[in-house]
């Protein structure tokens, strides 16, 4: 029972009664561009608008909205990027007396149309410059379109206790669900803070929120109703702080109204960076999300005498339902509280049986007022069990937990679903959250039971500062001069396999076509047309021109190049074979030049290996590797950071045995990966994982000698901070053994050079670019040698390393939580993933354990047919076990390459597959939702039989029909078919003509099939060719 003397004080805190505003949400917004027509209203990187512009922009699409059909209490969807369009189609909808339902374009397409579907959408307004916004079943408008049309009349007119708009949550089901709000009761939450706040025509809001997430509702009408401007940030600036700062300062922003995590970027961008920026935000408005203990201080380090509010509340109950100004924080606190209920709300905490809770004692938040939904759009059943209607009043069951301070100032302590069973024990992972925000060197934390049967703790960590950490120092036993262990390398100048003279031939001569005496343009583009290659290879060709020049096969003219004399070679190297014809394709467009790749001779893992000083140096790395498992007296643990499909690894493990290395093999690519597990299958002990996160943790500070082999200048770009973590996972000491080329070979130019954008040089360092670089990361580069252009580095990591100790951070969790509250597992992290709004990607942090022992809940696997078939397809593709519709194909480990695939696997499956339909929407369910099944015969695989190469099959469908079409009787029959070449040939020498076709008929089998007895055969000896030079015409 709750004392008499807390229930007074509840009854003190809850009396918000006060006159509700009248009217309806929009309306204000009018009345100001009536006072103040020429005040600014909104501005983004495209528009900036007064208030006049912006309702006379309204008020014209209200009037083409109403010529389209659109009728009063109708739901018009608006899908569209973030921009001051947004708000005119806002505006627009009701002033047409509609609903409108905000609908995010950055989702898959069928989520949006589930969406449509489900509020029975009218039209869905877009703007003009999205891609792909539309619908396949609903009319659609470019708002840049309407605004062209006659201005409506007369606003229609509702009343205020019908729907302003819907907006769609996330479904514990796994379904949206439309949050429907009235007029009244979002202009009721944005009047009580325009009021409690100051807000006025002197303010400007930083408008971050999606339209979809309703802390846009107020920025839109609480703002502009008092006057205020919005200063829009575009889609490519949501998560950009380095933006944010300059538009604060530009449009002298004064409001921040967003959740904490997005402040808190902002906060470390200006620390770290020495800006100033956030002493213009006299007010800072979070919620939506836990708020760190820190942020106040922190803002008030750049404004002492600003605003720091926190709110919380529901989409449920009109944007917000409570609201602290928080000055100190005191020591005791274990977060930032609720605060207190806003004007015409209400809040309860109640247990199970729905009676109010003592102070102190948790408890579910219920919110009552003028604020609360109407319900959730066309779903009665879940309204009824989220909306409860009491003889004293109607309330909303947030699914939240929080409870009353003895002053009336409701906590919150997380979401219901947080209390989860461990080992026996109910444990609420907001406690153990709460705890660790306590601990000194904690910036950030978030905890998770994670397993389907048996579920353990983990606790995610952004630490700062040097706590929890300690260091490890150098085994003696490892060298100090780490060449001392090599081997002696060749010092003479070693020529390489395939020479500049071999490929300055193969360019002019089989892929260029340039003939002696001929002069070719300084702009390539005519003869890139001629040889209908495609514009975006022009710098790849004129790469090839230049190498020409350097080999003498080009000379410089006057107004270009004249082709000098040279015959082409008869000597040409076997790998040239086909490869002018692979190249003609992707320079065509014909074909994608990523399967360069997997190409056996020309892809940069075959070349490299391929080079004359390749063998010599991984001869060296097995000498060094040999000798320092002779001084440890263990095996020694390598570690190949960028493994590609295994070659170099499978020579070094050839002169090695399992008592001198512990191999592991880290590789970005799944597709290389699964080579590479195959071409390493006969040496057991050799470990291969996809390079990720997980995988980075699971071999910290173990490898005594890390290999990159031509990896470090194609990793870096990618990750700036990889030196960095490859010091994480080595040991004191440990030998960093880098094969580096310092220019591009000749080979590279037909290979590698496409890969690159025909820039490859900017990848590519000298040594002592280098040295510098290692050097710069506290490396010591030992030694280096050069053979043919190939570059070896012995570089030294730091003798001492400070590294995380996750049992330090356990032991004092130790000290304020009993043992079975302690998580388990403790993972450090740069930062908290985000979704979308800014709030913490639970999902993301679930994704990074893959228990391979358990099963995917029910509910998780895969439905339907097509679901089924994707999901076979991506566990045979990724070499994972379990497949779930929320399994992200990306974040599983696949790449291009094997999104190719895919697609290419699907078409075989009889359905239309895009690739960027994959890169959009990589979650398996949705994916799978864009696929359609073809009206196309799905063919089925050739199986290769060299047993039955001379023997006789069957014809095709079209060799049928030719022969069909021989026999008179037929419409158009009677007709033979005919193969007919023709070559135009300056001087045609008739025997080197006669020899390549000849060596042509005698490669292809089916130069040499005859039709005999309605079967096809493979001629194995070719009969002699008729020459019909010797006949009389039409003999």
């Not at 379904?175 to 009761?185: A, E, L, N, W």
Request: proline share 6%; aromatic share 8%; charged share 20%.
């Amino acid at each position: 029972m709750m004392p008499a003397s807390q229930r007074a004080i509840r009854e003190r805190v809850n009396a918000t009664g006060a006159p509700i505003p009248e009217g309806l949400l929009h309306e204000g917004i009018f009345r100001i561009a009536l006072q103040q027509p020429q005040a600014l209203a909104v501005t983004d990187m495209r528009y900036q608008w007064n208030y006049h512009e912006l309702t006379d922009y309204a008020r014209r699409c209200a009037g083409r909205l109403i010529e389209c059909g659109v009728q009063p209490g109708d739901n018009v969807a608006i899908t569209m990027s973030k921009g001051a369009g947004q708000l005119v189609a806002v505006l627009a909808v009701l002033l047409a007396g509609a609903v409108y339902v905000p609908v995010s374009l950055d989702q898959p397409a069928a989520r949006r149309e589930k969406i449509y579907a489900d509020a029975s959408v009218r039209l869905v307004l877009i703007c003009q410059h999205d891609a792909s916004a539309g619908s396949d079943d609903i009319p659609v408008l470019a708002w840049q379109q309407a605004i062209e049309a006659e201005p409506i009349a007369n606003p229609v007119v509702r009343a205020p206790t019908q729907p302003a708009y819907i907006i769609y949550t996330s479904g514990s089901t796994g379904t949206p669900k439309g949050v429907v709000i009235s007029h009244r009761g979002a202009l009721n939450t944005c009047c009580d803070i325009n009021t409690r706040y100051q807000v006025g025509p002197h303010d400007r809001v930083l408008a971050l929120s999606a339209l979809h997430f309703d802390l846009s509702v107020y920025d839109i009408f609480g703002v502009l109703r008092a006057g205020g401007a919005l200063v829009m940030v575009m889609e490519n600036q949501r998560r950009d702080p380095h933006a944010w700062c300059e538009l604060i300062q530009r449009h002298q922003v004064t409001l921040w109204n967003s959740v904490p995590a997005l402040f808190d970027m902002l906060l470390t961008w200006c620390e770290g960076f020495a800006d100033a920026t956030p002493e213009n935000l006299r007010a800072v408005m979070l919620s939506g999300d836990w708020i760190g203990l820190d942020l106040p201080a922190r803002y008030r380090a750049f404004r002492p005498q600003g605003q720091f509010i926190a709110m919380g509340g529901a989409t449920e109950a009109s944007i917000w339902s409570n609201a602290c100004e928080i000055h100190d924080v005191p020591a005791h606190w274990r977060s930032i509280p609720y605060g207190f209920p806003l004007t015409n709300q209400r809040y309860r905490v109640v247990d199970e049986q729905g009676r109010d809770c003592p102070d102190w004692v948790p408890g579910e938040l219920w919110i009552g007022g003028i604020g609360v939904a109407e319900g959730y759009f066309n779903d009665p059943l879940r309204s009824e069990q989220q909306f409860l209607t009491l003889p004293d009043e109607r309330w909303y069951r947030t699914g939240d937990l929080g409870c009353y301070w003895p002053d009336g100032t409701i906590e919150f302590l997380g979401r219901r679903d947080k209390q989860v069973k461990v080992g026996g024990y109910r444990i609420e992972l907001g406690e153990i959250e709460s705890a660790l925000s306590q601990l000194a060197g904690v910036k950030q934390a978030t905890v998770l039971a994670i397993g389907e049967k048996e579920k353990t703790l983990a606790a995610y960590v952004v630490p700062q500062g040097e706590a929890f950490c300690i260091t490890d120092h150098r085994n003696p036993a490892l060298p100090q001069a780490w060449h001392t262990l090599a081997g002696t390398l060749p010092c003479c100048a070693i020529s390489p396999e395939i020479s500049a003279e071999q490929v300055a031939d193969f360019l002019q001569h089989r892929l260029l076509k340039l003939k002696p005496g001929h002069t070719a343009g300084a702009d390539p583009l005519p003869l890139m047309n001629s040889l209908a290659i495609q514009p975006r290879w022009q710098a790849v060709v004129e790469r090839w021109l230049a190498f020409l020049v350097t080999q003498r096969r080009l000379k410089p003219a006057a107004e270009g190049y004249q082709v000098c004399a040279g015959e082409e070679r008869e000597d040409e190297h076997p790998h040239f074979s086909g490869h002018d014809l692979t190249l003609s394709q992707i320079l065509r467009g014909a074909r994608n030049e990523l399967s360069l790749l997997n190409d056996a001779q020309w892809s940069p893992e075959s070349l490299a290996f391929n080079h004359p000083a390749s063998a010599p140096y991984i001869q060296e790395l097995a000498t060094i590797c040999q000798q320092l498992a002779q001084r440890l007296q263990r095996p020694i643990r390598l570690l190949e950071v960028g493994t590609r499909t295994g070659r170099a690894a499978e020579s070094l493990l050839a002169q090695l045995n399992a008592g001198q290395i512990e191999y592991v093999g880290l590789e970005q690519s799944q597709e290389m990966l699964l080579s590479a597990r195959q071409r390493l299958a006969p040496w057991p002990g050799a470990r291969l994982s996809l390079w990720n996160a997980d995988t980075l943790a699971a071999h910290a500070h173990s490898a005594d000698i890390i290999w990159l082999n031509n990896a470090l200048h194609r990793l870096l770009p990618e990750d700036p901070g990889l030196l960095a973590t490859l010091q994480q996972l080595a040991v004191p000491g440990a030998l960093l053994y880098v094969m580096e080329f310092r220019q591009l070979t000749p080979s590279a130019l037909l290979s590698t050079l496409l890969l690159t954008n025909g820039q490859p040089e900017a990848l590519l360092h000298n040594s002592a670019d280098w040295a510098a670089l290692f050097s710069a990361a506290a490396f010591n580069c030992q030694h280096g040698d050069e053979v043919a252009g190939l570059q070896r580095f012995l570089v030294q990591c730091p003798d001492r390393q400070v590294r995380r100790d996750p049992r330090q951070l356990q032991a004092a969790l130790a000290g304020r939580l009993p043992g079975w509250m302690v998580p388990q597992r403790i993972v450090f992290l740069d930062a908290l993933p985000l979704t979308a709004n800014g709030k913490i990607d639970y999902q993301a942090l679930k994704r990074r354990h893959t228990p391979e022992a358990e099963n995917p809940a029910e509910a998780d696997l895969p439905q339907g047919d097509i679901e089924k078939q994707v999901a076979a397809l991506w566990q045979q593709l990724l070499s994972t076990g379990n497949v779930t519709r929320e399994t992200d194909f990306f974040q599983q480990g696949g790449d291009s390459l094997l999104a190719t695939r895919l697609t290419g696997q699907l078409h075989q499956a009889g359905y239309e597959a895009q690739l960027s339909d994959l890169f959009n929407h990589p979650r398996l369910a949705d994916f799978a939702a864009t696929l359609r099944k073809t009206d196309v015969p799905v063919e089925q695989p050739f199986v290769h039989s060299p047993e039955d190469r001379y023997q006789p099959f069957a014809l095709t469908d079209v060799q049928q029909a030719y022969l069909v079409g021989r026999q008179p009787g037929f419409a158009l029959g009677g007709v033979g078919s005919h193969f007919f070449v023709e070559f135009e040939i300056a001087d045609l020498d008739l025997t080197r003509l006669e020899t390549v076709w000849n060596r042509l008929i005698a490669r292809h089998d089916m130069l040499r099939a005859i039709v005999r007895d309605g079967q096809q055969q493979v001629l194995e000896q070719t009969p002699p060719l008729g020459d019909t030079r010797t006949h009389p015409p039409y003999a």
